[in-house]
């Protein structure tokens, strides 16, 4: 190569980091954007049902921030949501439209608590080997979906729904019949060893170290989504699957891959549930959060370098409508209410987008004839 051609070439890539910068920015004001107006909405119909909608609204808007504990309810749950909207938004990346996360999250907490409680290890290994084992089931359980869209067509929104139940039967299951100690009142296990426990990051909470692992594979996320070729392969699938497959990219490795790597920060999520927040296996160890990591990828736009940052944004709703409702008599289908409307708004978006590229087709169609 010339050295004339260095110049232009650094440029190149200095242009393309500016307009991804551009986007990453732009991306980040329309998801504060559709949250702010979801909140805007909610407001007006708080002044119609509440009594005293200011006094609610404040609890909602200032509630995670009022102490300790409350900022350390956030955090986890956002690591949480951090960690579910990761999984999602690999998986649509590729155009699949998988729901296997709160499977995957049950598997993850299942066998990172099967080796706290049976593997016998010491501090700083043990808690290291659980977790990787939640990583290796959750993979491992993604390629189920994937290879039956992949090799057989199968619907993958119907597999993973099904795969779920499987899940969680199983988790039951063995939660019951042979975690449970003998004679205990309540279907949970025992507390793990603490060579198990995450350790904590802030003092009087239970904010562990799974929010800079969850901050660390959104960073690798970004990294492999755009750095690197498989990634480019993965981004070109959900693009256009047909000119990726004239392109001569393995598509089916491809939706078998994206769905696998998706279940490791999923399964990861229930570790932390596991071995973070109750620190021991309950029956109930999720309530659906699996699904709400699906709003948390559709408000970063799919982008892993905004995931964290919309888990923030939406763990703030959820744990300011938990101290609205106690604190200021107003009921939690306010807050429900309020991420229906995220939802619309995000729904209204990508319809608007569908449509714009519709009409930029047919409108350069009738130019090329």
């Known amino acids: 190569m010339p050295p004339e051609a260095f110049p232009i070439e650094q440029a190149d890539r200095a242009a ?3 307009a991804w910068g551009r986007q990453l920015l732009l991306d980040g004001l329309r998801t504060l954007g559709t949250v702010g107006a979801a909140l805007g909405v909610g407001f007006l119909i708080t002044l119609l049902v509440s009594p005293r909608p200011f006094s609610a609204y404040a609890a909602l808007l200032t509630g995670p921030l009022t102490s300790r504990n409350r900022f350390g309810n956030w955090l986890e749950d956002a690591t949480s949501l951090a960690l579910l909207g990761l999984a999602l938004a690999l998986v649509f990346q590729a155009r699949q439209f998988s729901l296997l996360a709160e499977g995957q999250l049950y598997l993850g907490a299942l066998v990172a608590g099967i080796l706290a409680l049976h593997l016998p290890l010491p501090s700083g290994i043990h808690a290291a080997v659980a977790l990787l084992g939640a990583a290796a089931v959750g993979f ?7 290879a039956l869209k992949a ?8 597999s993973s729904l099904m795969l779920n139940v499987v899940a969680q039967r199983l988790y039951e299951l063995l939660l019951t019949y042979w975690l449970k100690p ?5 279907t949970w296990s025992d507390f793990f060893p603490g060579s198990a426990i995450l350790a904590r990051l802030i003092p009087g909470t239970r904010v562990n170290v799974a929010l800079l692992i969850a901050l660390g594979l959104a960073l690798l996320t970004w990294l492999l989504l755009y750095r690197t070729s498989f990634g480019y392969a993965l981004r070109m699938v959900g693009a256009n699957p047909e000119f990726a497959r004239y392109a001569g990219i393995p598509t ?5 891959f994206a769905m696998a790597l998706g279940g490791i920060p999923a399964a990861l999520a229930g570790a932390h549930l596991a071995l973070g927040i109750h620190q021991r296996l309950i029956l109930s160890i999720s309530t659906g ?10 408000l970063a736009r799919n982008n892993p370098a905004l995931v964290p940052f919309a888990a923030l944004l939406y763990s703030y709703l959820r744990v300011g409508g938990d101290i609205m409702e106690r604190t200021a008599a107003v009921g939690s289908d306010l807050v429900r209410m309020i991420q229906g409307i995220i939802i619309l708004f995000l729904t209204a978006e990508a319809l608007a987008a569908w449509a714009q590229r519709r009409l930029a087709s047919r409108r350069s169609t009738h130019v090329g004839a």
């Open 16 to 18: 393309v980091q500016a």
């Open 151 to 158: 090799y057989l067509n199968a619907s993958e929104l119907v």
């Open 182 to 186: 003998p004679g205990a009142g309540y």
């Open 252 to 256: 089916r490795r491809i939706v078998l």
């Open 289 to 298: 959060l699996g699904f709400e990591g699906i709003v948390v990828a559709l």
């Open 140 to 146: 491992l359980y993604g390629l189920i979906p994937g």
